[in-house]
């Protein structure tokens, strides 16, 4: 091979190394990027919150100080015009962070006429810092935090009020921080030499962060040639229940009568080779779909793609040989996001497994203690991992240390049996025999109280099962008297299969679910009702077949709650398969 292409071979897998770390350090610790040609724009004076709520299609009346919400501008076919996040500063003004400030701004201030509110673009730097550290990173620096997504919350650094907007651009938990420009260096400094460890994000492994989480960009992944329902942004951005804006009525429309006729999903190819952008997806000849967004995932070594789709076309787990711009390729769909990430607790979980293995292989107990103190700083209602540390530390005679964290696991959930108990040994070990006695009869007091309130709630919850058991006997003979009088009646139908599938009648809720399923084959529920059925009847197989049917129905309606559930409970059952 010619030394110049053993060079540029050698460069290719550097650069892939590097990308898979930067993609580690996100997913496992907290990475920190500019987030180049984003801005945000101010919206000031007494009128805002009105004004915006006549333009955007989110609710924005329902935000308090603090809050803040994914939204959208549309034309009157509801195409989409811009995306963007609005985030409630004070009583008067509130923020609007964008990729596309300019349009933003041009579009507001072409509707905005004698209404108290003044547009403009603030000159701020903002810094993504994403991971699920990222929050232990960022409490040695400020105060106090965001704490939902799009909430916005005011910090003093070095003097300078800073404003932190809790923001996920990658999956994981994730954060903005507001920057003028002359303060980078000292924040940087200060998250680099922060214990836990941050590292700068490289715009390759942020691309591939960004579409294994299944978040689309405007201008790359939809345009002003997109109505907003194909976009997926339905689901976070738009309230059915707010009062009129552009475009309402045709984005209501399609959620009434059914699904745009293409709409965002996720695709993966085989092979080593990316489709084109915008290159168009045929099946048969057949234009069904057109792709975006595409790289080679590092979490599921294959490539994959967000891709618009056509509604015949949309149920997850389809395999198909397709041409991408006359160039063939086997692709199989599957729903946003490729990459689910953990919740605090999950990650806090795995962190005290970690350090319990660790344990197991050295007698070393500084690893374990340092990883399970990240556990509880994740996750503070933790009782297991605090219960692991107390014992790692007292087993280093830090007796003392062992105490304290105990009393704050009581402070945490003072119903916690297990710390009074933990306290009542170590100071037992220190000879504090009176304060070793009390914590043991709080223990015990504990133990008794819950049992107690255990057997209440057994009575209480048996008085209720009765009631309930009567209200539902009382629906089945309504509803058999209306299948007397029309045998296929939808909703008694319906009702039956989930009353028997409630009360356990699994066997009688099959005839009434397979005659809605057969007479209304569109009703997705029905179907997860049914599968649902069949797996308390151990009929497994016959439950994944429903479900592939149901998921089907329901990709072609867009019904996304039915959908989820059928695809999660179908894949637990074929996991499960021996």
């Given at each position: 091979?010619?030394?110049?292409?053993?060079?540029?071979?050698?460069?290719?897998?550097?650069?892939?190394?590097?990308?898979?770390?930067?993609?580690?350090?996100?997913?496992?610790?907290?990475?920190?990027?500019?987030?180049?040609?984003?801005?945000?724009?101010?919206?000031?004076?007494?009128?805002?919150?009105?004004?915006?709520?006549?333009?955007?299609?989110?609710?924005?009346?329902?935000?308090?100080?603090?809050?803040?919400?994914?939204?959208?501008?549309?034309?009157?076919?509801?195409?989409?015009?811009?995306?963007?996040?609005?985030?409630?500063?004070?009583?008067?003004?509130?923020?609007?962070?964008?990729?596309?400030?300019?349009?933003?701004?041009?579009?507001?201030?072409?509707?905005?006429?004698?209404?108290?509110?003044?547009?403009?673009?603030?000159?701020?730097?903002?810094?993504?810092?994403?991971?699920?550290?990222?929050?232990?990173?960022?409490?040695?620096?400020?105060?106090?935090?965001?704490?939902?997504?799009?909430?916005?919350?005011?910090?003093?650094?070095?003097?300078?009020?800073?404003?932190?907007?809790?923001?996920?651009?990658?999956?994981?938990?994730?954060?903005?921080?507001?920057?003028?420009?002359?303060?980078?260096?000292?924040?940087?400094?200060?998250?680099?030499?922060?214990?836990?460890?941050?590292?700068?994000?490289?715009?390759?492994?942020?691309?591939?962060?960004?579409?294994?989480?299944?978040?689309?960009?405007?201008?790359?992944?939809?345009?002003?040639?997109?109505?907003?329902?194909?976009?997926?942004?339905?689901?976070?951005?738009?309230?059915?229940?707010?009062?009129?804006?552009?475009?309402?009525?045709?984005?209501?429309?399609?959620?009434?009568?059914?699904?745009?006729?293409?709409?965002?999903?996720?695709?993966?190819?085989?092979?080593?080779?990316?489709?084109?952008?915008?290159?168009?997806?045929?099946?048969?000849?057949?234009?069904?779909?057109?792709?975006?967004?595409?790289?080679?995932?590092?979490?599921?070594?294959?490539?994959?793609?967000?891709?618009?789709?056509?509604?015949?076309?949309?149920?997850?787990?389809?395999?198909?040989?397709?041409?991408?711009?006359?160039?063939?390729?086997?692709?199989?769909?599957?729903?946003?996001?490729?990459?689910?990430?953990?919740?605090?607790?999950?990650?806090?979980?795995?962190?005290?497994?970690?350090?319990?293995?660790?344990?197991?292989?050295?007698?070393?107990?500084?690893?374990?203690?340092?990883?399970?103190?990240?556990?509880?700083?994740?996750?503070?209602?933790?009782?297991?991992?605090?219960?692991?540390?107390?014992?790692?530390?007292?087993?280093?005679?830090?007796?003392?240390?062992?105490?304290?964290?105990?009393?704050?696991?009581?402070?945490?959930?003072?119903?916690?049996?297990?710390?009074?108990?933990?306290?009542?040994?170590?100071?037992?070990?220190?000879?504090?025999?009176?304060?070793?006695?009390?914590?043991?009869?709080?223990?015990?007091?504990?133990?008794?109280?819950?049992?107690?309130?255990?057997?209440?709630?057994?009575?209480?919850?048996?008085?209720?099962?009765?009631?309930?058991?009567?209200?539902?006997?009382?629906?089945?003979?309504?509803?058999?008297?209306?299948?007397?009088?029309?045998?296929?009646?939808?909703?008694?139908?319906?009702?039956?299969?989930?009353?028997?599938?409630?009360?356990?009648?699994?066997?009688?809720?099959?005839?009434?679910?397979?005659?809605?399923?057969?007479?209304?084959?569109?009703?997705?529920?029905?179907?997860?009702?049914?599968?649902?059925?069949?797996?308390?009847?151990?009929?497994?197989?016959?439950?994944?077949?429903?479900y592939k049917k149901g998921i089907a129905v329901a990709s072609k309606k867009g019904?996304?709650?039915?959908?989820?559930?059928?695809?999660?409970?179908?894949?637990?059952?074929?996991?499960?398969?021996?």
């Open positions: 091979m010619h030394a110049s292409l053993v060079d540029a071979f050698f460069l290719i897998m550097q650069i892939a190394s590097e990308t898979q770390e930067e993609i580690e350090q996100v997913r496992k610790n907290c990475g920190y990027y500019f987030l180049d040609g984003w801005s945000v724009l101010s919206a000031k004076g007494k009128d805002t919150l009105h004004f915006l709520q006549t333009q955007t299609t989110n609710d924005a009346l329902q935000l308090q100080v603090g809050q803040g919400q994914s939204s959208a501008i549309t034309d009157r076919q509801a195409r989409l015009i811009t995306s963007f996040s609005l985030h409630r500063v004070d009583g008067n003004e509130s923020w609007l962070l964008s990729d596309n400030s300019k349009t933003l701004h041009d579009h507001l201030e072409s509707y905005h006429f004698r209404e108290d509110v003044a547009f403009e673009i603030v000159n701020l730097d903002l810094l993504a810092i994403q991971g699920p550290k990222s929050i232990l990173v960022l409490e040695k620096i400020f105060s106090s935090l965001p704490e939902k997504p799009n909430d916005i919350k005011r910090n003093d650094f070095e003097g300078v009020p800073l404003t932190v907007i809790k923001k996920s651009f990658t999956g994981e938990e994730g954060f903005i921080i507001c920057l003028p420009s002359e303060l980078n260096e000292n924040f940087i400094q200060k998250l680099v030499k922060a214990e836990i460890q941050s590292a700068k994000i490289g715009e390759q492994a942020r691309e591939i962060l960004r579409i294994e989480a299944g978040i689309p960009v405007f201008g790359k992944d939809m345009d002003g040639k997109n109505i907003l329902p194909e976009t997926g942004l339905e689901h976070s951005s738009v309230s059915y229940n707010k009062g009129c804006y552009i475009g309402q009525e045709v984005i209501a429309r399609i959620k009434t009568y059914g699904a745009p006729n293409f709409a965002l999903m996720g695709v993966t190819i085989e092979g080593p080779i990316s489709p084109p952008i915008n290159g168009s997806i045929l099946l048969g000849g057949k234009k069904i779909g057109i792709i975006k967004s595409s790289v080679r995932s590092a979490s599921l070594d294959k490539l994959i793609a967000l891709a618009y789709l056509q509604k015949d076309h949309r149920s997850p787990d389809v395999e198909m040989d397709v041409s991408i711009d006359e160039r063939p390729f086997k692709i199989k769909t599957c729903l946003l996001p490729f990459y689910q990430a953990s919740t605090r607790k999950e990650h806090s979980k795995k962190l005290l497994n970690e350090a319990l293995q660790i344990y197991k292989e050295q007698e070393n107990l500084d690893k374990p203690i340092a990883i399970l103190r990240e556990a509880i700083d994740i996750y503070p209602k933790h009782a297991e991992a605090y219960e692991a540390l107390g014992v790692f530390l007292a087993k280093q005679d830090k007796l003392d240390e062992a105490i304290a964290l105990m009393k704050r696991l009581t402070e945490i959930n003072p119903q916690e049996i297990m710390a009074h108990t933990n306290l009542s040994v170590y100071y037992m070990k220190q000879g504090r025999i009176e304060d070793a006695e009390n914590e043991k009869a709080e223990a015990t007091a504990l133990q008794f109280e819950q049992a107690v309130e255990k057997s209440m709630a057994k009575k209480m919850k048996k008085k209720e099962a009765e009631q309930r058991k009567k209200e539902m006997e009382e629906k089945v003979g309504m509803f058999k008297k209306v299948l007397e009088i029309d045998p296929v009646d939808q909703v008694a139908n319906f009702g039956l299969g989930s009353i028997y599938l409630e009360t356990g009648r699994y066997e009688e809720g099959l005839a009434p679910l397979n005659t809605v399923i057969e007479k209304f084959k569109d009703y997705s529920a029905a179907y997860l009702l049914l599968g649902k059925t069949l797996e308390k009847l151990a009929e497994n197989e016959k439950a994944i077949d429903v019904d996304l709650m039915p959908l989820k559930d059928m695809q999660n409970r179908m894949n637990q059952l074929l996991h499960s398969s021996p």
